[in-house]
């Protein structure tokens, strides 16, 4: 460690993983330690927003060691901590402000609310040290939807987003509607693998005058209602071709769109980020539209698309050295807008 390098802690509670991660200069995941609660929330086919918060308070302690341990430093070591204070579940982020709040108390280091959404996008930078904005960036993940436009760092202009239903959240309702379980994403992206995605044409909803936006509820009903339908004539469904036709359908819309805007918006740089970014088949199709268009594409790998603290470091990195800081009365904000401090 050097004199001037900057160590910051991150939490991350806003759902369903208890994290926390040390960063250092923004870029160098030093620990990314992730508790998840994936098989506690499974039992219900999605998450209980009180058992979160339970789970939160058990865990927080244990993991923000783990974090420190494993990055080698003590609190004395760290400048700043950074936490998700929004958007998310309100019990499930009140625990990690809570913690951060008080570790910033008790050290006497700034604390950094960092957005959960621009965790996301600046994922990106931990493994792509040559991606500087501006970039377009899809977020696609169980609550969110966005294209947003990455002027600078921290600097957003949402440009797109669902007018209903997440993408993620399309994932999980057509994965528990084919029996798959909960979180359908990755089940429906292995499934799809063994699937004909030309099966069943599913509808590509459009909007007209916003054509950014996204529509995911006309699909989830056209997938229910061709369950419904063969199940009427006594047909089987190949669960395979349902998953793989369902896929293809959301993939063709987040990629056409995000290529759109990066033309109109004379972007040269494509990002994505979230749980289904996680998603194999929408990075090869998206990684090859950019090639078709001559834009540059870069992707997390699956661990810093799904939530982690290493992305809320790598935020509030950026935050820190604009000097933004937040109060000790920072609170949790369920409903935070993107851009918002
Ligand atoms: O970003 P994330 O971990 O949490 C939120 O901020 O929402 O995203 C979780 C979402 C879930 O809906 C999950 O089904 C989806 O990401 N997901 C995937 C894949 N892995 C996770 N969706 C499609 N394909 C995947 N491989
Ligand atoms: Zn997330």
């Given at each position: 460690?050097q004199g001037?390098d900057?160590?910051?802690?991150?939490?991350?509670t806003?759902c369903?993983?208890?994290?926390?991660?040390?960063?250092?200069?923004g870029?160098?995941?030093?620990?990314?330690?992730?508790s998840?609660?994936?098989?506690l929330?499974?039992l219900?086919?999605?998450?209980?927003?009180?058992?979160a918060s339970r789970?939160?308070?058990?865990?927080?302690?244990?993991?923000i060691?783990?974090?420190?341990?494993?990055?080698g430093?003590i609190l004395?070591d760290?400048?700043?901590?950074?936490?998700?204070?929004?958007?998310?579940?309100?019990?499930?982020?009140l625990v990690g402000?809570?913690?951060?709040?008080?570790?910033?108390?008790?050290?006497?280091?700034?604390?950094?609310?960092?957005?959960h959404?621009?965790?996301?996008?600046?994922?990106n930078?931990?493994?792509?040290?040559q991606?500087?904005?501006?970039?377009?960036?899809?977020?696609?993940?169980?609550?969110h939807?966005?294209l947003?436009?990455v002027?600078?760092?921290g600097?957003y202009?949402?440009i797109?987003?669902?007018?209903?239903?997440a993408?993620?959240?399309?994932?999980?309702?057509?994965?528990?509607?084919?029996?798959?379980g909960y979180?359908?994403g990755?089940?429906?992206d292995?499934?799809?693998?063994q699937g004909?995605a030309?099966?069943i044409q599913f509808?590509?909803?459009s909007?007209e005058?916003a054509?950014?936006?996204?529509?995911?509820?006309g699909?989830k009903s056209?997938?229910?209602?061709y369950?419904?339908?063969?199940?009427?004539?006594?047909?089987e469904?190949?669960r395979a071709?349902?998953?793989?036709?369902f896929?293809?359908?959301v993939?063709?819309?987040?990629?056409?769109?995000?290529i759109l805007?990066?033309?109109?918006?004379?972007m040269?740089?494509?990002a994505?980020?979230?749980?289904v970014?996680a998603?194999?088949?929408?990075?090869?199709?998206?990684?090859?539209?950019?090639k078709e268009?001559?834009?540059?594409?870069y992707?997390?790998s699956s661990?810093?698309c799904?939530?982690?603290?290493?992305m809320?470091?790598?935020?509030?990195?950026?935050?820190?050295i604009?000097g933004?800081f937040?109060?000790l009365?920072?609170?949790?904000v369920?409903?935070?807008?993107i851009?918002e401090?």
């Amino acid at each position: 460690m050097q004199g001037n390098d900057i160590n910051i802690l991150a939490i991350e509670t806003s759902c369903d993983e208890t994290a926390a991660a040390v960063v250092r200069n923004g870029r160098d995941v030093r620990s990314n330690i992730i508790s998840s609660q994936i098989e506690l929330h499974k039992l219900y086919g999605g998450v209980v927003p009180e058992i979160a918060s339970r789970k939160h308070i058990e865990k927080i302690n244990q993991v923000i060691e783990e974090a420190m341990n494993t990055a080698g430093l003590i609190l004395d070591d760290i400048d700043a901590i950074g936490v998700t204070y929004g958007p998310g579940l309100v019990g499930a982020l009140l625990v990690g402000v809570a913690e951060a709040k008080a570790i910033s108390f008790a050290t006497k280091k700034p604390l950094i609310g960092v957005h959960h959404i621009e965790g996301h996008i600046s994922a990106n930078y931990i493994e792509h040290r040559q991606l500087e904005p501006p970039f377009i960036c899809l977020i696609v993940s169980g609550g969110h939807t966005h294209l947003v436009l990455v002027k600078d760092y921290g600097e957003y202009e949402i440009i797109g987003r669902t007018r209903d239903d997440a993408a993620g959240e399309a994932f999980d309702k057509v994965a528990r509607a084919i029996g798959l379980g909960y979180p359908g994403g990755p089940k429906i992206d292995k499934l799809s693998k063994q699937g004909n995605a030309d099966t069943i044409q599913f509808p590509r909803a459009s909007i007209e005058g916003a054509p950014y936006d996204f529509s995911f509820s006309g699909l989830k009903s056209a997938v229910l209602n061709y369950l419904n339908s063969m199940e009427m004539k006594h047909e089987e469904i190949n669960r395979a071709d349902v998953a793989a036709s369902f896929q293809e359908a959301v993939i063709d819309v987040l990629v056409s769109r995000t290529i759109l805007a990066a033309k109109d918006f004379q972007m040269k740089q494509v990002a994505i980020a979230g749980g289904v970014a996680a998603n194999s088949a929408l990075k090869r199709s998206m990684s090859d539209a950019c090639k078709e268009n001559g834009l540059e594409f870069y992707c997390p790998s699956s661990i810093y698309c799904t939530d982690n603290a290493a992305m809320i470091g790598t935020a509030a990195y950026y935050e820190y050295i604009k000097g933004n800081f937040s109060g000790l009365d920072l609170n949790a904000v369920p409903n935070l807008k993107i851009g918002e401090r």
